[in-house]
């Protein structure tokens, strides 16, 4: 089956499809300024963005990693994750404290997807 990429770049694609599966690269906020809900809400906006482009949405979401540059900042992240997940529709998600490339990333989410 064709592999097919969205925003190629020299180092990574933001999107591989595969077999009608949606694999986005690790999605962070652009704006490093904002707190955890900020930047939560910003990572949440790219998924939905990027899946749309993709043919999916957050509805077909098969399985989340959520990395947090530090544990103290679970609830804040959940409070923006409970205001945008789709009801009934909950992923299998795992969430890990972990050094992320740039110290002002606060949060750094990786989604699996189905195509509609």
Known sequence: MEIKRLHVG????????????????????????????????????HIDRLLGEAGSDKTCILSCQIYLSDLANFAGMNEEWDAWVAHGHTPPRATVQAQLADPAWLVEVVVVAAMR
């Open 10 to 45: 020299k180092r990574l694609s933001e999107v591989a499809i595969h077999n009608h599966t949606v694999y986005l690269a690790g999605q962070v906020a652009d704006d490093k300024t904002q707190d955890i809900n900020g930047q939560m809400r910003e990572v949440l906006g």
